[in-house]
């Protein structure tokens, strides 16, 4: 079982940042693909980042890559987004997600509740 817990959301200038934390728990956390998703408003929740807890296999988006740097502090099984020059299309609620994928094809797959981001002037 794993735990995610999101913090760091709130209402930003346009051309401002923002530092979400995902907070993770769980005997086998280190074993799993740790991810951003966003979803805007009335729209499907969509990638943004994600990374190993090694820090190999970074991946963003089109529309955050240059902008956005997720990175883990692995003492403190945390995860970040360090979000930088977020415009209107930016706002949404933001989830953590963890996933591990076996050979067999099964996956484990966990959300956190999601934090706010605004950016509106």
């Known amino acids: 079982q794993v735990q995610l817990v999101e913090s760091g959301g709130g209402l930003v200038l346009p051309g401002g940042s923002l530092t979400l934390s995902c907070a993770a728990s769980g005997r086998t956390i280190n074993s799993y693909v740790m991810a951003w998703f966003r979803q805007a408003p009335g729209k499907e929740r969509k990638f943004v980042a994600s990374?190993?807890?090694?820090?190999?296999?970074?991946y963003y988006s089109n529309s955050v890559q240059g902008r956005f740097t997720i990175s883990r502090d692995n003492d403190l099984n945390t995860v970040f987004l360090q979000m930088n020059n977020l415009n209107a299309d930016d706002t949404g609620t933001y989830y953590c997600n963890a996933e591990r994928a076996f050979q067999n094809g099964m996956k484990y797959t966990y959300w956190g509740q999601g934090t706010q981001v605004t950016v509106s002037s």
């Open positions: 990374t190993r807890w090694s820090g190999e296999n970074i």
